[in-house]
């Protein structure tokens, strides 16, 4: 049976559907001291999928709950999924005193589950934090599909090295154009993001944005200011997790994007397509 954490509820419902596994049924409540309980009455399985996406605190909480109460129900196997994975990019301690955040929520993920699949996390290797097996699962290609079909030359482009492979992914998608990457530097006391451009020429091109994640949405604006000065005809912003966080929005009307569309690995209005299928060939 599928069970899904309150934040990855139509992740769950189409990993249901493309898998033919029961969606079980689910309750989640909160007592007046403010602790939550998630539970699964009615659970029968002897192979549980807990789906949930750790985007707050409590979500990481409801998710071990969640794999606790069914083994209490008698689940035999239990399969994580973490269609985002929260804390994924605190990877390393990046200055002295720091903890390796993601290394800490896989260990503790680990202890109630026999197998974990994560889609797109920032590096990949954080699967090697988990203590059981743990797989990447690249959903990339599914970016193409809301992309208009008439786009002029387009230029996939990454905002830095790092996601070039998810751009090049989403070119292949999509069946023809190029792929480029811009240089970042982020500034990590004021959070502000300066893009040294590529050489790749832009004007009168369709550009699609390919990233990761888009969380403050500073990365995509930045890159959509110098696209936009040196000519490009429309800005796609396509990510896997549309975190979106705050103002992000807003930051990319101003920068003058023409859309942004999204997987539902974190649910949000612009998820137009469905990472789940990617996860359901996994499981
Ligand atoms: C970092 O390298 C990631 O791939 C994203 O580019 C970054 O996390 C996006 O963050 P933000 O939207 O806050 O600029």
Redesign the pocket.
């Known amino acids: 049976m599928i069970v899904s954490g309150s934040t990855s509820q139509a992740f769950a419902a189409a990993l249901a559907e493309a898998t033919g596994r029961e969606l079980a049924a689910v309750e989640y409540d909160r007592f007046p001291d403010g602790e939550l309980q998630a539970a699964v009455p009615g659970f029968a399985a002897d192979d549980a999928v807990v789906v949930g996406s750790t985007v707050s605190s409590d979500a990481h909480l409801e998710l071990l709950q969640l794999q606790d109460a069914v083994r209490e129900a008698g689940a035999g196997e239990v399969t994580t999924v973490l269609p985002y994975m929260g804390y994924a990019?605190q990877d390393r301690a990046f200055t002295a005193g720091e903890p390796v955040s993601s290394r800490a929520v896989a260990r503790a993920v680990s202890t109630g589950t026999d197998r974990v699949l994560t889609v797109n996390p920032?590096e990949t290797a954080v699967c090697d934090f988990f203590t059981v097996p743990a797989e990447a699962v690249d959903a990339a290609g599914r970016l193409a599909e809301p992309l208009p079909s008439d786009l002029a030359d387009p230029l996939f482009l990454s905002?830095?090295e790092?996601?070039v492979d998810l751009a090049a992914t989403t070119r292949d998608a999509y069946g023809r154009g190029a792929t480029d990457y811009f240089e970042?530097e982020?500034d990590y006391d004021t959070?502000e993001?300066e893009i040294e451009p590529s050489d790749a020429v832009v004007t009168d091109r369709d550009v699609v944005l390919v990233?990761?994640?888009?969380?403050?949405?500073?990365?995509?604006a930045e890159s959509i200011d110098v696209l936009t000065d040196r000519g490009a005809a429309r800005v796609f912003v396509t990510c896997v997790h549309p975190?979106l966080?705050a103002n992000?929005r807003t930051k990319l009307e101003r920068a003058g994007i023409t859309a942004v569309f999204g997987t539902d690995t974190i649910e949000r209005q612009v998820s137009a397509v469905s990472a789940a299928p990617a996860v359901a060939d996994r499981l």
């Open positions: 990019r920032h905002p830095d790092g996601a970042k982020r959070g993001v990233d990761d994640i888009v969380a403050t949405g500073s990365t995509m975190m966080a992000a």
